[in-house]
Nanobody, 122 residues
Framework: QVQLVESGGGLVQPGGSLRLSCAAS????????MSWYRQGPGKERELVAR????????IYGDSVKGRFTISRDNAKNTVYLQMNSLKPDDTAVYYC???????????????WGQGTQVTVSS
């Protein structure tokens, strides 16, 4: 069965760094666009970063540009999110997402992980 398992979350001080991992199984990882989303307390879910199936293209939410980096290792069926210069507003549950990108840009056949908590606080 399909599984997306996030890890690497925790408590970190402002200005610190954290690396999240998402281990995928049960589907053809190399055919899927992978994304990280987050949902902070009292906020709606937002896209943090996205990487194409080959790893050749990435996009980032405006609030994390220049601070976060998404990457993937198709041989390991794993996607990563390197988070630097963390701010209290980055506090959220971070979710791993897998989807097939259609020509229209629609993301189809979505799978979701259970999420990992990131708390940025002094």
């Amino acid at each position: 069965q399909v599984q997306l398992v996030e890890s690497g979350g925790g408590l970190v001080q402002p200005g610190g760094s954290l690396r999240l991992s998402c281990a995928a199984s049960g589907f053809t990882f190399s055919q899927y666009t992978m994304s990280w989303y987050r949902q902070g307390p009292g906020k709606e879910r937002e896209l943090v970063a996205r990487i194409s199936n080959t790893g050749g293209n990435t996009i980032y939410g405006d609030s994390v540009k220049g601070r976060f980096t998404i990457s993937r290792d198709n041989a390991k069926n794993t996607v990563y999110l390197q988070m630097n210069s963390l701010k209290p507003d980055d506090t959220a549950v971070y979710y791993c997402n897998a989807a097939i990108r259609l020509i229209s840009g629609l993301m189809a056949n979505n799978y979701w992980g259970q999420g990992t908590q990131v708390t940025v606080s002094s």
